[in-house]
């Protein structure tokens, strides 16, 4: 992957967060109301995180005791500006999401630093977590989003993810690629993830739209792993093909909620991957990405057996805490 969502979505008010954001309280109005879904794909920066939770202000005192007794840690990184906070200290608070009774005006102002934390991670191909902790585990385990988020900062929260997903998808350029010793196509482990805690329908829609060319290289890479074995698929070594229910989460006694897997039983059919191939290779640019997409149209005859094999096997797989191999 050579463009980094990171660059493309620099951020546009560096120069208006060089210090705290302004103050605003628990419970400030939202801008926007849950019937009025903003477009996307919004910018995804400091100020838009610090408007979603009022723009708040470091706490004036700390009551909340961190899990593992580090409570001057979690202090100094309460005392940061978002500018300057270090990110990879969030493993603290994460543990506190999990685990202890959280404190309001705190969590106001870290559980922004975590979003932006989701969003480079996922944009640098690396797991979201710190130490032994994890956020998608901590959001699940504490039930975050039932105990602390309005509906409408719930919606805030969830439209910043699927931004923050569909930026990642976007800048896909190359089928295959090692970014942080790890392949490109790692944004799957985040999908997986993502589908533990929040409803995919719409992320989903949009990403197969196909609408950018990332998103379309985002599907080959996907679809490669229904159509071929994993020494037999053409975009791939043997050792790094994707896997399709692998996540980087630590939730390890759920797979996909359970809405998310009836969507995709409805949804992702034999009839529908066959089309989308079709205009995935359209959407490519000519090149060499392009010639090697236009394999999987070219064997798409003669795989189409295994691939209505594992379609039907795919929702079982992902709803399934333990997942084991395809059966074919």
Not at 135 to 164: E, T
Not at 214 to 222: D, K, M, S, V
Request: hydrophobic share 40%.
């Amino acid at each position: 992957m050579q463009n980094n969502p990171r660059i493309a979505l620099q951020w546009m008010e560096q120069t208006r967060i060089g210090m705290y954001p302004a103050s605003g309280g628990r419970g400030a109005a939202m801008k926007r109301k849950t019937n009025r879904r903003p477009p996307l794909l919004r910018d995804i920066s400091w100020s838009r995180l610090a408007e979603m939770f009022g723009n708040p202000r470091p706490p004036l005192s700390i009551s909340e005791q961190q899990f593992d007794y580090c409570d001057a840690e979690l202090r100094l990184l309460a005392s940061q500006p978002y500018l300057s906070m270090d990110l990879s200290k969030l493993g603290y608070y994460y543990a506190d999401l999990a685990f202890v009774e959280l404190q309001p005006d705190l969590f106001d102002y870290l559980f922004p630093a975590c979003l932006m934390d989701w969003h480079r991670s996922l944009a640098d191909n690396r797991p979201c977590g710190g130490g032994t902790a994890e956020i998608h585990f901590a959001v699940s385990y504490g039930q975050v989003f039932r105990k602390m988020l309005s509906p409408d900062r719930l919606l805030a929260v969830r439209n910043f993810l699927l931004d923050s997903f569909l930026a990642r998808l976007d800048a896909e350029t190359r089928l295959f690629d090692i970014q942080n010793a790890a392949p490109s196509w790692c944004w799957i482990r985040r999908i997986n993830s993502l589908a533990r805690i929040v409803d995919l329908t719409e992320l989903w829609e949009q990403w197969w739209s196909l609408g950018t060319p990332g998103r379309a290289i985002a599907a080959i890479q996907y679809v490669s792993a229904l159509l071929y074995f994993d020494d037999e698929n053409p975009l791939f070594p043997a050792e790094l093909t994707p896997v399709l229910w692998s996540h980087d989460s630590q939730i390890h006694h759920a797979g996909w909620l359970p809405a998310n897997g009836e969507f995709l039983s409805q949804s992702f059919t034999a009839e529908f991957v066959k089309r989308k191939i079709q205009e995935a290779v359209a959407m490519l640019p000519a090149g060499q990405e392009r010639e090697k997409a236009r394999q999987l149209l070219t064997d798409l005859p003669a795989q189409e057996e295994l691939l209505d094999h594992r379609i039907a096997e795919l929702p079982g797989q992902l709803l399934s805490p333990d997942p084991a191999e395809w059966t074919v």
